[in-house]
Structures are given as C-alpha cells and as structure tokens.
C-alpha cells in the first residue's frame, strides 16, 4: 500500500520538524511526502530540506502520478510509528474512499480531553456514518474520490474539510473513522484564542454551516470565523 502525504505549510518551522521526524519512524515504508508551502517568510524550507536523506521528501511539487491513496496531514499534527502500517492494514481488510480519525489533543490538560472527547462521542461517532466528518488535521483519500470533486473547494473560507465530505457522502464515497492510530493535533490555536471563545465560534460556524451552508469568501459571516493559516 502506496501514500503520498501532504503537508501544506506557512511559517511552520517550530512544528513541522516534529512531524516529519514522525514519518522518519514509520514501520511502514511504502510512502512519500510532498511538503507545498506558501512561500513562508521563516525558516520552513530549511527544516524540511534537512529530512532529504530521511524521507523520499518533495518540496513545491505535485505527487507523483499514479499514487493510490493521498494522506493529509496540518504540519503540527503528530503521529505515532505504526501510523501509515495501521492505515494500511485497514485497507487491506476494509477499503475505505476516504477517512478521518478522532480529536485527541495534543496536550497534557484534562479540560482539553473532556472537550474532544464529549465531541467525539457526541458527533464524530454517531455522525460517522449519517454525515461524515474529515478534519484537516488528517485526512485519508483515494486520488480518484479526491480528483471526482476536484479536490477541496477553493471559495470556502472556514470548513473546507467538512464540506469535502459532504460532497464525497452525496457521491457515496466510503468513510471510515479511525480511533487508531492516533493522530494528535496541536493545541495552539485554542492557547492563543481561549478555549471558550474556540468553541463559541466553532458552534456558530457550525450552525451557519448546517442552515445557511458553506461559509464562503463572500458570506456574512466570513469575517467573524475566518483564521488565517499559518497565523498560529
């Protein structure tokens, strides 16, 4: 089993060399990385060029034709050694068109645990099958499911993950939800803003999604929800 992870960076030179010494430790080989940035201002391309002799590592490119399965991955997620071994072997056993997995944080605070596990077993869980939900901080997907809707929609500001599953749940794409392996993803974002002020406007942004739809660049309610990438 053959995958590409991508790993789309601005200013990410903190994190991203803990991810990819990550996918250094993978028991499963079988895979590349293509790292597209966005012409980050710090020291990113410097951290990825030091993983060349590690990894079968591209920098601004594409993947390669004919790869099966493309793996997403936010540049401060974190996963564990047996992480592309165990997607495989679930492949292997059930194919999938395109999973996700839980939110477990990054981060040694009781209060965060409580929060994503209640949203977990609240919504992931019960929703996985009713309408599915990939976040970006791991998506896998098959080229072709992901090439049918032209990848992820480009006029969506804020929930671009989640709207890409609901296109691919209309079109009857398969979903799978992965409890393991896990993949954890940082934190920072909820240090800067306040855990309470994260949820409120992830609630609102929510039920502007499910009743009005898509938050795109030319809603309302853009301004109030919309974080720049790579501001954190």
Same mark, same amino acid.
């Given at each position: ?77 974190? #996963? $564990? ?6 997607? =495989?072997?679930? @492949?292997?056993?059930?194919? !999938?068109? +395109? ?56 006029? #969506? $500001? ?6 890409? =599953?609901?296109? @691919?749940?209309?079109?009857? !794409?398969? +979903? ?57």
């Amino acid at each position: 089993m053959h995958f590409s992870i991508c790993i789309p960076t601005l200013n990410e030179e903190k994190y991203i060399g803990g991810l990819l010494a990550d996918l250094v430790t993978q028991t499963h080989r079988d895979f590349d990385v293509v790292v597209a940035d966005g012409n980050s201002s710090d020291h990113t391309s410097e951290v990825v060029r030091t993983f060349v002799n590690k990894l079968k590592i591209k920098f601004l490119v594409s993947p390669q034709r004919g790869i099966p399965y493309l793996v997403f991955l936010d540049a401060d997620s974190r #996963i $564990s050694p047996d992480f592309l071994a165990a997607i =495989s072997a679930r @492949l292997t056993a059930h194919p !999938f068109d +395109f999973a996700s997995s839980i939110l477990i944080p990054n981060s040694p605070k009781i209060l965060d645990r409580i929060i994503f596990s209640t949203f977990n077993y609240l919504f992931l869980i019960p929703m996985r099958h009713i309408q599915p939900a990939a976040f970006g901080a791991f998506i896998c997907i098959t080229k072709s499911a992901f090439t049918s809707i032209n990848g992820f929609p480009e006029n #969506i $500001s804020f929930g671009e993950d989640v709207e890409l =599953s609901r296109l @691919l749940h209309r079109r009857k !794409f398969r +979903f799978h939800l992965f409890r393991k392996p896990a993949v954890l993803f940082s934190t920072r974002r909820l240090d800067k803003e306040g855990r309470l002020q994260f949820i409120l406007k992830i609630l609102k942004a929510f039920f502007y999604y499910y009743f009005k739809g898509p938050i795109t660049d030319n809603s309302s309610f853009q301004k109030k929800v919309l974080h720049e990438f790579g501001k954190f």
